[in-house]
């Protein structure tokens, strides 16, 4: 009823969430039926938008999603790359992770293990197996739910990415659960991408300061009109 309603109104409320991930707000314009370039994005409390689309973008590995993924990679034939790949993550985690500390680590270092074409070899290998996993819940006539492998392969993606991408680093977090993780670090080429691709993009908040700061964090050297209005409160 919600969608129904949605597809015959002007205005929608939407968590950022449904702007800032590409798979939810591609869903979402296709049940909407519209257009990206039809509609004009305006952000509110647009001052903690950087940091949402940093953790969008970033991508975390603990032993137990690890543990998972091997669980379903080992259970296929012939994926001999996506299963090398987690068992070297889950040993890297390990061997090198520091209780209570955050350490950045070498991502090229981390992937010479296996190269960029090994990269892409052991990306392929787990997109495979999801393509599998999805036909066998359509067999069983279940609803097939993102998990375990579908994080490996991000991280394996985000990972191929970084070799050409500064945005991104690696930490190895000991803090709470375990985790290695590629963590983005600037926004501004996701937003300005999504930016792009829409009618308009406004961003409003109370705390945008210094204007030209935050303008420089999230678009980069993309021009853009800034509007600065009296503050109407004491």
Same mark, same amino acid.
Request: net charge negative; hydrophobic share 40%; with cysteine.
């Given at each position: 009823?919600? =969608?129904?309603?949605?597809?015959?109104?002007?205005?929608?409320?939407?968590?950022?969430?449904?702007?800032?991930?590409?798979?939810?707000?591609?869903?979402?314009?296709?049940?909407?039926?519209?257009?990206?370039?039809?509609?004009?994005?305006?952000?509110?409390?647009?001052?903690?938008?950087?940091?949402?689309?940093?953790?969008?973008?970033?991508?975390?590995?603990?032993?137990?999603?690890?543990?998972?993924?091997?669980?379903?990679?080992?259970?296929?034939?012939?994926?001999?790359?996506?299963?090398?790949?987690?068992?070297?993550?889950?040993?890297? =985690?390990?061997?090198?992770?520091?209780?209570?500390?955050?350490?950045?680590?070498?991502?090229?270092?981390?992937?010479?293990?296996?190269?960029?074409?090994?990269?892409?070899?052991?990306?392929?290998?787990?997109?495979?197996?999801?393509?599998?996993?999805?036909?066998?819940?359509?067999?069983?006539?279940?609803?097939?739910?993102?998990?375990?492998?579908?994080?490996?392969?991000?991280?394996?993606?985000?990972?191929?990415?970084?070799?050409?991408?500064?945005?991104?680093?690696?930490?190895?977090?000991?803090?709470?659960?375990?985790?290695?993780?590629?963590?983005?670090?600037?926004?501004?080429?996701? =937003?300005?991408?999504?930016?792009?691709?829409?009618?308009?993009?406004?961003?409003?908040?109370?705390?945008?300061?210094?204007?030209?700061?935050?303008?420089?964090?999230?678009?980069?050297?993309?021009?853009?009109?800034?509007?600065?209005?009296?503050?109407?409160?004491?």
């Amino acid at each position: 009823l919600c =969608l129904e309603a949605a597809r015959n109104t002007d205005i929608i409320v939407v968590n950022y969430q449904h702007i800032l991930n590409n798979d939810i707000r591609n869903a979402l314009y296709y049940s909407l039926g519209v257009e990206s370039d039809e509609v004009i994005l305006i952000v509110d409390e647009a001052h903690n938008i950087g940091s949402a689309a940093c953790d969008t973008l970033t991508v975390t590995l603990t032993m137990k999603t690890l543990e998972s993924a091997n669980s379903v990679a080992s259970s296929k034939s012939n994926y001999d790359f996506a299963v090398r790949f987690i068992d070297y993550c889950k040993e890297y =985690l390990a061997k090198h992770v520091k209780p209570n500390a955050d350490i950045v680590f070498s991502m090229p270092s981390f992937m010479d293990k296996f190269g960029k074409n090994g990269m892409k070899m052991v990306i392929s290998d787990l997109n495979d197996i999801i393509k599998q996993e999805m036909s066998e819940s359509k067999r069983m006539g279940v609803e097939h739910r993102d998990g375990a492998i579908e994080v490996v392969r991000d991280f394996a993606t985000r990972l191929l990415e970084s070799n050409e991408n500064p945005a991104y680093i690696g930490v190895l977090s000991g803090e709470g659960f375990e985790s290695i993780i590629v963590k983005n670090i600037d926004p501004s080429e996701h =937003l300005s991408e999504i930016a792009d691709m829409h009618h308009a993009m406004v961003l409003t908040s109370g705390t945008l300061h210094p204007v030209n700061m935050y303008s420089k964090y999230y678009f980069g050297n993309k021009s853009t009109r800034k509007v600065i209005l009296d503050n109407q409160f004491p």
